[in-house]
């Protein structure tokens, strides 16, 4: 049991050379995470299989990506569970001593295997017959903060701030920060980060969150100006029934049925489903459009690829269950040429400046925000827990997860027209 997910099928890789104990949830979830459909890996099945259940590979045309970008130049901050450098695939992928020491208190030792899974679905090189990464040469820089399955209160206190791991990613030449984890509660002081992380050019991908089944709260940090929120969709494009919907969801990107580390032992995968896969792969799609396009702002990156979505609805009209649409790279960086628009202008002006509001309306209500004068205390983590545990069960949608060339790019539901069923934002 990892963070909520209940994983069932396995398949065997070669040790990691780390052994860490079975770890326990001690914080209340205020995410209320759900349990997850395992993919049903077989305890026998060759390391290949573990790739082959890597469905949005082959659905994105990573092959074809690949020959363009594969991430290169470009550092990706995992900010999460740790990320533990010596799986197969991670290894030389992790920036260790990248990690400044005030902020990167055992950022290498991953307590539940979140964190690594999540660096591996952005950059693992796939050795040994581990996972493949979207961006295969981008690289990792991680960071460890108190989530849920960390269950030590003296490291629980020794854990470094999420706002201070914020401004210190912000500090670095990191370009992208990916955060797979949230909770509802609206930290001062993590807002303030956030929007410094912005002025100094970085790009924050963070999960929607998995609790839309039994209260759809308003989830933070995807939630936060400047922080582009990810829901999760399935092979077919159909955002799953978990996938937190509201106007601060700003792109969908593939997050069920896909494998991850079981847990912090690193002897085998399982299958899982959330909005965490959702965001690192988001974050993987900047990665290679970064890397294809090295002068580019994080305004013009994310200006691209809100503009490639897959959708057939008007595109300043966004939905609230897959935002702009459906993330695509590939329509990016199949054009040498792609305009991204003006360097300074934010692609999310207007939900920026409008906030977040609930499916009435209206703007969170106090209780659910942390007044700067008392700041929840770090041992309830703020609600905070990784967002990677869900029900494979999926909405109404009916979009299709189909890469298409610059001659038909457009999604198709059997042979024609893509079609989605979507509820508009509250602006």
Not at 249 to 272: H, K
Not at 300 to 310: E, N, R
Not at 354 to 383: F, I, L, Q, R, Y
């Amino acid at each position: 049991m990892v963070s909520g997910i209940s994983r069932r099928g396995r398949v065997s890789v070669p040790s990691a050379g780390r052994n860490g104990r079975q770890v326990s949830a001690i914080f209340s979830s205020l995410a209320a995470v759900a349990a997850v459909l395992s993919i049903g890996l077989a305890p026998s099945a060759s390391a290949a299989d573990v790739q082959s259940q890597q469905w949005y590979l082959s659905a994105m045309k990573a092959d074809e990506m690949w020959k363009v970008s594969t991430g290169k130049g470009v550092k990706v901050a995992v900010v999460d569970t740790g990320v533990n450098p010596e799986t197969p695939s991670l290894k030389g992928q992790v920036l260790v001593d990248e990690v400044p020491k005030a902020a990167g208190y055992k950022a290498t030792e991953d307590y539940v295997g979140h964190g690594t899974s999540m660096a591996e679905l952005i950059a693992g090189t796939g050795a040994g017959g581990g996972l493949k990464g979207l961006a295969p040469n981008a690289k990792i820089v991680p960071y460890r903060i108190a989530l849920k399955g960390l269950d030590s209160k003296a490291e629980i206190a020794k854990a470094p701030e999420e706002a201070a791991v914020i401004r210190a990613i912000a500090d670095s030449d990191v370009k992208i920060i990916n955060m797979s984890f949230g909770g509802n509660i609206d930290f001062p002081d993590v807002r303030a980060a956030v929007k410094y992380a912005q002025s100094k050019g970085k790009l924050m991908f963070a999960s929607a969150g998995n609790d839309a089944e039994v209260k759809n709260f308003i989830g933070y940090p995807a939630a936060y100006p400047y922080v582009v929120g990810v829901a999760a969709s399935d092979e077919s494009g159909t955002a799953g029934k978990f996938s937190e919907h509201g106007n601060y969801v700003d792109l969908a990107a593939p997050g069920l049925d896909m494998p991850a580390w079981c847990d912090n032992t690193f002897r085998s995968y399982c299958g899982g489903s959330g909005t965490s896969m959702s965001a690192a792969i988001a974050s993987a799609s900047a990665a290679l459009v970064w890397s294809a396009h090295p002068n580019w702002t994080a305004n013009q990156v994310l200006a691209s690829l809100i503009d490639t979505a897959g959708r057939d609805w008007a595109k300043d009209d966004p939905s609230t269950y897959l935002g702009y649409g459906l993330i695509r790279p590939r329509m990016v960086l199949e054009q040498s040429n792609f305009n991204p628009g003006a360097a300074n202008t934010d692609p999310l002006a207007r939900e920026n400046a409008t906030g977040v509001t609930d499916e009435a309306g209206n703007s969170p209500s106090a209780s659910a925000s942390a007044p700067s004068s008392s700041p929840p205390s770090k041992a309830t983590s703020g609600g905070r827990t990784s967002a990677a545990a869900s029900t494979s069960d999926t909405s109404d949608n009916t979009t299709m997860w189909v890469a298409l060339g610059a001659a038909a790019a457009v999604l198709v539901i059997g042979g024609g027209a893509f079609a989605v069923l979507r509820s508009r934002r509250a602006t």
